[in-house]
């Protein structure tokens, strides 16, 4: 009882709430088709979910892939050298011009939004060129309403 109770506890709540319905279709409770409704499943899926549990316990509802990280990630060495390259080297760089010169003399091939991620994470904003902002000068109002600049011409 102690383990089913453990691995209930490691169960999302989409877990938990399938692990009941699947249940229920194996306590005969409800059938095959209303637990696919309430699951948004097709009647296949739930059957393969029905004999899963029944098989292998609740374990067989977590999904497989949980704690594992992505085949496609990058490596933490690459991340690292990434920020410390930024900090360091390439420091003045924003970071679309980091990533051009991480291709061009470091040889890591890596996408701005990785880059931006990476860098973001670590606390590291992307330099920004300040402007001076031009002051808006505004005109000399007119004596009266609908008068027009002297310098306009208008042909009627």
Known sequence: MSCMRKELFNMTQKEITRLRVI??????????REAAELLGLSERQVIRLKKGVVE??????????RG????????????????????????EANFNHFVELLEEHEDIK???????????????????????????HRRKRKPQRGMFSANRCFSL
């Open 110 to 136: 890596v996408s701005y939004t990785s880059v931006h991620r990476i860098l973001t994470q670590a606390g590291i904003k992307s330099p920004k060129k300040h402007r001076k902002r031009k002051s808006h």
């Open 23 to 32: 249940n229920q279709t194996i306590d005969k409770v409800i059938t095959i």
């Open 56 to 65: 292998e316990g609740p374990a067989f509802i977590i999904h497989k892939n």
């Open 68 to 91: 594992r990280k992505p085949q496609h990630t990058l490596p933490d060495e690459v991340r690292m050298k990434i920020v410390e390259l930024k900090q360091t080297k390439y420091q």
